[in-house]
């Protein structure tokens, strides 16, 4: 019996070292994916913001978009009346004569203005609306290199996840024989010990 002890002793410290080796390996593995699955995460937060973002900056961009449109109709026909009534009053005198009476210098400084405020708003629209494309554009390429990022991050953790999966397996086989061993020396010491009693 003390022979076979010897023998299952010497197995055991044959196998101890690869034991630890593997159990170190399996850790590791576990580690790294753990690291690379919290980055992953990450990255799918940030990307669900970035795509919520870009949501509302499209909605504001359409909205800027409308209402520059809607000052663009509004400008345009305000130009076509005044066109129209220029046109009007050139072909009756007498009728430009009587609006200018009526509307006095007063008026047409009035109209000025109006006409130059409408232009103004036109130009101040055109400018948000531009911002907003520009802000989109941006959101979407920023996307774009997140996603990319993202699907990175996810092949690298399945590999990973891969890798721990396997130093796991090779672990708990590898750990079930050194059990089985170190079982057998156990019995075999408890025998020993109950044959000197």
Known sequence: MEEELFWKEDELRGKTRK????????????ELWEKAKEAQDLLEVQLEQLQKDYKEVEEQTIQAKEKLEEYHKDSKDLMEYFNETKEETLEDGEKLIYKIRKLGEFGVQTIKQFCDEVS??????????????????????????????????????????????????????????????????????????????
Request: glycine share 2%; with cysteine.
């Open 120 to 197: 103004i708003r036109c130009q101040i629209k055109e400018k948000e609306y531009k911002r907003l494309c520009k802000k989109l554009q941006d959101h979407e390429n920023e996307i774009l290199i997140v996603e990319e990022k993202y699907r990175n991050y996810k092949e690298n953790t399945e590999m990973l996840e891969d890798n721990f999966k396997d130093a796991s397996k090779a672990f708990a086989d590898y750990d079930k024989k050194y059990q089985t061993i170190y079982k057998e020396k156990t019995r075999i010491l408890d025998e020993i010990s109950t044959l000197q009693k």
């Open 19 to 30: 034991h630890g080796i593997l159990l170190k390996r399996e850790k590791e593995a576990k």
